[in-house]
């Protein structure tokens, strides 16, 4: 088996990237390595040009993501850890992947229309191919399994059809088609201000969401401000359905209480809010508080964490470079 994944540098961690993939990645970790398999994670530097950022923010998120991932739990002797920019195959087998790809294809993708709205004409063309460099991502290194948020489901279908396509065209048996994993411990985390959005980089309002460099205060703080309804907490998670603000807050407490929503509902049926949210923020507290000091010493020597990505990046490369060399030379590239 070998699992890998990556996470846009387009802002800083937050709870619903560090629930919905970073803690399932380190789970993998030690799961996956103890049948000896591998794990790799990437920063997605190069999709988080798809969107107009400035130039010291993405180089700074780069920088600080990895700490935070570290922090979490990542360990760099354990798992390949890097970045894109370091990796150029990404780049090269992506643009072979542009001529296997159709247009067709990439206009299905919920991802683009979403996020170009109603200026398809003013989206970048990256923001357009994004989904083939992250089939790329995916194939460069013949990944068995990619743990993800239901978000990026789509995604991978396409790396699957494009990696079906490709050894077919080629008459050859290069790319395996990688399975997704959306697993159930992977919850959607929607805003706190708004549950009918999912918590996100880009909430206009910073109370929306929990990062991971909040200090306690303000963790505990955004808890306590999250919009709820007035009713006590139901005796069954089905009876949380049209109840989208509290069924996010049980499903954040499960998350990190290593708990099913059952359990939490079993422990706090019929009690109120007023009881409920402390006790959720001083468990985020408990379990957040650890990585943010972490990652905050880890940022003493950022010089450190941009070695941490250079040693990632010459593991990977070594992956990645037979991979786009049998691709090319079964398109007629001369190399
Ligand atoms: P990105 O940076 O948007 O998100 C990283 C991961 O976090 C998940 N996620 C969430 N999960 C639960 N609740 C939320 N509110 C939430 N917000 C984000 C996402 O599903 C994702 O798993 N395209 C990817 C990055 C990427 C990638 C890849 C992933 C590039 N190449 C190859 C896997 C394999 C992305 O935009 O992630």
């Not at 010291?56 to 998120?61: G, H, K, P, Q, V």
């Not at 990439?106 to 989904?131: C, H, I, W």
């Not at 992977?186 to 959005?197: F, N, V």
Request: hydrophobic share 45%; proline share 5%; no cysteine.
């Amino acid at each position: 088996m070998r699992v890998l994944s990556g996470i846009k540098p387009t802002g800083n961690l937050h709870l619903g990237n560090y629930l919905g993939a970073v803690k399932q990645w380190v789970a993998m970790q030690d799961a996956i390595q103890a049948q000896g398999g591998e794990t790799l994670y990437f920063i997605a530097d190069l999709h988080g040009l798809t969107e107009w950022i400035a130039p010291a923010e993405l180089s700074a998120n780069t920088i600080e993501m990895t700490a935070t991932i570290v922090a979490a739990g990542i360990d760099p002797d354990r798992s390949i850890l890097f970045n894109q920019t370091r990796v150029p195959q990404h780049s090269e087998l992506a643009w072979l992947l542009n001529n296997v790809a159709r247009v067709g294809w990439l206009n299905r993708m919920t991802q683009f229309k979403d996020k170009a709205g109603k200026n398809r004409e003013g989206a970048s063309v990256g923001l357009y191919d994004y989904p083939v460099l992250m089939a790329a991502d995916v194939l460069l290194y013949n990944t068995t399994h990619v743990p993800v948020g239901e978000d990026q489901k789509q995604h991978l279908e396409l790396a699957r059809d494009i990696a079906a396509k490709f050894n077919l065209d080629y008459d050859i048996d290069l790319f395996t088609p990688p399975e997704p994993m959306v697993s159930a411990e992977a919850p959607r985390i929607m805003s706190l201000r708004d549950a009918s959005t999912k918590m996100s980089k880009s909430n206009p309002s910073e109370q929306a969401r929990v990062n991971l460099v909040d200090d306690d205060d303000t963790i505990a703080a955004k808890f306590r401000k999250a919009k709820t309804d007035a009713e006590p907490l139901p005796d069954t998670v089905a009876a949380l359905t049209d109840r989208p603000e509290a069924k996010n807050l049980v499903t954040i407490y499960a998350a990190l209480a290593d708990l099913t929503p059952d359990a939490v509902i079993t422990q706090y049926a019929g009690q109120g809010f007023g009881t409920f949210k402390p006790a959720l923020a001083d468990l985020a507290v408990a379990k957040l508080g650890p990585i943010r000091d972490r990652m905050l010493r880890l940022l003493d020597d950022r010089a450190e964490v941009g070695k941490l990505l250079d040693q990632g990046a010459e593991k990977a490369r070594a992956l990645a470079a037979p991979t786009l060399l049998k691709a090319q030379r079964a398109m007629g590239l001369h190399v």
